[in-house]
């Protein structure tokens, strides 16, 4: 099946179950494509090239990592602890033949994954995304996070705990969104008091 044929059962099949089960929010379904699959797609030429498992943590619907699954060909573990919604990403996995499995647990309850690339969007605020995401990756791996217009305040807190090589991008489906990609991370070793003489 064409990539283009595999989204299109995607979203039929989002479409139907959103009715049942809130997967994507009511004013989001008339732009379901700009708003989440094209949002989703534009993140493909900025994954980085190589082997070696990626993650979507905080799935939800599949957005970004089942649409990059089938876009890219990596392959992916779609992470989500909503039984619901996990079970519509299994079956997203099997209409379409993505490339993922689905892990239905909490993120920190998961043994490391050692993905070279992680993904995650509306997740958490990079601090904690990244303390979340972190232990998940393999050394040398990429984490590429859709941000709001928050992106910069949230890039100034978290280089507080960790040294990282930052790529931003901006998005083409929304204005104020950037996409960041981040690198080389480390967390900054705390600064050794320094020591008085008391004599
Ligand atoms: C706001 S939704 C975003 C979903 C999707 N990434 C998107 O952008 O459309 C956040 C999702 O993360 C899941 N989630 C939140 N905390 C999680 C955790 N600690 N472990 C696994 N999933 C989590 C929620 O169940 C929810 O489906």
């Known amino acids: 099946m064409e990539l283009r044929a595999r989204l299109d059962a995607y979203a039929a099949l989002l479409l139907r179950w959103n009715a049942r089960i809130n997967l994507i929010g009511p004013s989001t379904i008339a732009s379901i494509w700009q708003r989440h699959i094209d ?18 943590l905080g799935s939800g619907a599949g957005f970004p990592g089942l649409v990059l699954a089938l876009a890219t060909g990596r392959s992916f573990t779609l992470v989500e602890a909503d039984r619901r919604k996990a079970a519509f990403l299994a ?17 920190a309850d998961l043994a490391p994954l050692g993905a070279t690339l992680i ?11 990244l303390a979340l995401a972190v232990p998940h990756l393999a050394a040398g791996g990429v984490l590429l996070l859709p941000k709001g217009a928050q992106a910069s305040a949230e890039l100034t807190n978290a280089r507080r705990g960790w040294h990282m090589r930052v790529d931003a991008f901006p998005s083409r489906t929304a204005r104020e969104a950037t996409i960041l990609r981040l690198s080389e991370l480390r967390r900054v070793e705390p600064s050794t008091p320094e020591r008085h003489a008391t004599s």
């Open 39 to 56: 949002d989703s797609l534009q993140l493909a030429p900025l994954c980085p090239a190589g082997a070696g498992g990626a993650a979507d």
């Open 91 to 107: 079956e997203a996995v099997r209409v379409t033949g993505a490339p993922a499995r689905v892990a239905c647990a909490r993120i």
């Open 119 to 129: 993904t995650a969007r509306a997740l958490a605020p990079l601090p904690d995304l």
